[in-house]
């Protein structure tokens, strides 16, 4: 009987070790195939597979050293394999990239200074007259950040993936339900998040839950658009800046070592995955070579009407294109003061012939439109967006004089 439930026990324990570490060990896609049905099964029994790894390798290695059960190289391996397995993602994920959806610290332009450079690119989100600029390198690793306090009365975050070179801001609500979310896996380069409300998996590119499918109701996406830094200090003398300082020594030497460890990692895979046009994990569904894989694009959807422009062609066009997505006329435009790409909604019946970063144009206050994904990667935004056009043309108002 003792030697039954040994074996039962530990093939189960090692099973689910090894589903969890090859489904939610994120940098373990580099070398393992994960398939997305897999990957959201692992996600919505994440503490099944847990808790069968750590609870059935745990009762195997009782029923051998209590009743001699099994062998002991075998006991010995497989639980330290199934410790590793288990432990390696759940640290990785929870503790590496802890998230900061209600703790983010936001600093002055002028403190930022000395971690910013002028020319470096930050992710803007604003309301009410409050502005935030998130760096790229300091927004990757918690890849969520926001305050209790919210932003200008609302409730927004960023979200950001590494993967996707994309920060997009949401409100993480559905239905009137406020959203835990954490920081689970990516699959496509682009980053999944989960409600810990629910247990359901949510894309960041949709901002739906997993079981409402990619055109259900989903959270608020909020305006969100890119500049340089110095760019941002100029527009925003007041606004506020999202730095991920690491504890000092003195203050917490366990993580500050691990928190430069991580750091390495992403190092490690960030740089080439940016730099180079190979992805680092290879879970595409889709591909399309209109362009290069790791240009840059400012893609949005207006209903199921999805398209996608380079700063390079809004430039050929005088910085301004009047376009018609969705049944909705939209202003695409390049303010090169601010060096900044921004897509608005245009309802004043008219065509607009200038307008700045901020939306005000020859046809007054623009509103931006929130579902820009920008600066992101073309291949990542074809892959969730395959029928997208690109570069759209064509005005399709009457210019009133």
Known sequence: MFELTYWVALAAATYASFVYFR????????????????????????????????LGTGLAVV??????????????????????????????????????????????VEEAKDFVRGDESVIVIENNGEARAHPDYHIKRPHLAGSPEGLGGENVILTYCAMTHLGHGYKPEIKGDKLDLEVIAQHGNNLIMKDLNTGEPIQQMYGTRECDGRHGEGMQEWPTFRMPFKAFAKAYPEGKVFLNKIPKFSKNPIMFFFDHAVELVFLWGVLPHDRTQSLLFNTMDHEDDRLHSKEYVWGFNVGK?????????????????????????????????????????????????????????????????????????????????????????????????
């Open 63 to 108: 029923l051998h050293y209590a009743f001699g059960a099994g062998f002991g190289w075998v006991t010995v391996t497989l639980a330290i394999a199934n410790a590793f397995m288990v432990g390696f993602p759940w640290i990785w994920l929870h503790v590496g990239l802890r998230n900061q959806q209600n703790s983010a610290t936001y600093y002055s």
């Open 23 to 54: 489904d939610l060990g994120d940098v373990t896609q580099a070398v393992l195939d994960v398939s997305r049905e897999n990957m959201l099964k692992a996600i919505r029994n994440e503490n099944k597979l847990v808790a069968t790894g750590l």
């Open 305 to 401: 009407d999805s398209v996608a422009y380079t700063q390079d062609a809004i430039r050929e066009h005088n910085d301004l294109i009047n376009v018609q997505v969705g049944g909705r006329a939209i202003v695409v435009a390049y303010d090169p003061e601010f060096d900044s790409v921004g897509v608005f909604y245009n309802d004043s019946g008219s065509l607009v012939t200038s307008v700045d970063f901020r939306g005000e144009s020859d046809r007054g206050k623009l509103a931006r439109v929130e579902t820009v994904k920008a600066g992101s990667y073309w291949c990542v935004w074809v892959n969730f967006f395959p029928e997208t056009d690109l570069n759209r043309l064509g005005a399709v108002l009457e210019a009133v004089a």
